[in-house]
């Protein structure tokens, strides 16, 4: 936060009104991270609003990455495994599925009944 104006980062993988919303909460200067549109309606940016807090939206896969800077793709790799062995990151993971269960654990994706991530267990 930046003293009570908003959010300084915003992560976005919601688009829609979730956009809106992050439009109308970043701090001057901040940065909304857009990484995807899962409420099925893309982000459509008021940019006079943008403009008056100096704000920056950011457009991010990792596709892109890959494909285009596969290099750094592969640093940004690296760096999360490192915070992930050191308990620097937590993802949130929901289900934790055994191997034959995979197909269930897609339709649970596909029927958005998952927060955080499903897991594979391989073991």
């Known amino acids: 936060s930046s003293d009570l104006q908003g959010a300084d980062v915003i992560f976005d993988p919601v688009g829609g009104d979730v956009f809106d919303e992050s439009v109308r909460c970043i701090a001057p200067f901040g940065r909304i991270l857009v990484v995807g549109f899962v409420s099925g309606r893309p982000a459509l940016a ?3 609003h ?3 807090k100096d ?3 950011i457009g991010y896969t990792v596709g ?7 290099e750094e793709a ?12 050191a308990d620097r990151i937590k ?5 934790v599925l055994e191997l034959e269960e995979i197909q269930a654990g897609y339709q649970l ?3 958005r009944e998952v927060v955080g991530k499903v897991m594979i267990d391989l073991t």
């Not at 892109?64 to 596969?70: I, S, T, Y």
């Not at 592969?74 to 062995?85: D, F, G, I, K, S």
């Open 91 to 95: 993802p949130f993971i929901s289900h």
């Open 109 to 111: 994706i596909v029927d």
């Open 74 to 85: 592969e640093r940004q790799a690296q760096t999360l495994m490192r915070w992930l062995a």
């Open 55 to 57: 704000a920056v939206v």
């Open 46 to 48: 008021k940019t006079n």
């Open 64 to 70: 892109g990455l890959r494909k285009h800077r596969p």
């Open 50 to 52: 943008l403009l008056v």
